[in-house]
């Protein structure tokens, strides 16, 4: 029987990318001129320094632009809130990945709702959709597509 996997998750190596060439605008930037700021990535998250409030505020869409120009999905970043400790102001952002509890039942409701031939399940992070007709399987990734969920959907391991 046909059948793929819903997953939820990002390419770490264009994050690293993206904060990287983050980084490079932030050096080339006139507004930054002697102001120390910085962009680091520790797998899962990206920490933001400046120097002011307002520094952070002009790096958050910097980042954003960043991830933008390199295909990846803006919907995984959660960001936490700016912390001042002495003379800096830092910021952490949370890239999550995968599907918890919540989203994968929202997901499977969805699916179901759209009276499709098809049964979805959940696996740990992940949905499996299977169905006798691959045509079926096919409309659900375009459903998918469309719909607007709150975290990027990825269909993997297509298998007739």
Same mark, same amino acid.
């Given at each position: 029987?046909?059948?793929?996997?819903?997953v939820s998750e990002v390419d770490g190596h264009e994050i690293t990318n993206s904060v990287d060439q983050a980084n490079r605008i932030l050096d080339?930037?006139?507004d930054f001129k002697g102001v120390e700021a910085s962009f680091?990535? @520790?797998e899962p998250t990206v920490t933001m320094k400046a120097e002011s409030e307002m520094h952070l505020r002009q790096m958050t869409d910097m980042l954003?632009?960043?991830?933008?120009?390199?295909?990846?999905d803006v919907k995984c970043l959660d960001f936490g809130s700016i912390e001042h400790s002495g003379k800096s102001y830092h910021q952490t952002v949370n890239v999550r990945q995968g599907l918890d509890k919540e989203q994968a039942k929202k997901l499977v409701k969805l699916i179901k709702e759209s009276k499709l031939k098809v049964q979805? @399940?959940?696996q740990g992070d992940q949905v499996r959709v299977t169905g006798k007709k691959r045509?079926?399987?096919?409309q659900v990734i375009q459903m998918?597509?469309?719909?607007?969920f709150e975290m990027p959907l990825v269909p993997k391991n297509f298998r007739d």
């Open positions: 029987m046909p059948s793929f996997d819903i080339t930037r006139f680091s990535y @520790a954003l632009g960043a991830f933008t120009k390199r295909g990846v979805p @399940a959940v045509d079926d399987l096919q998918l597509k469309q719909a607007d």
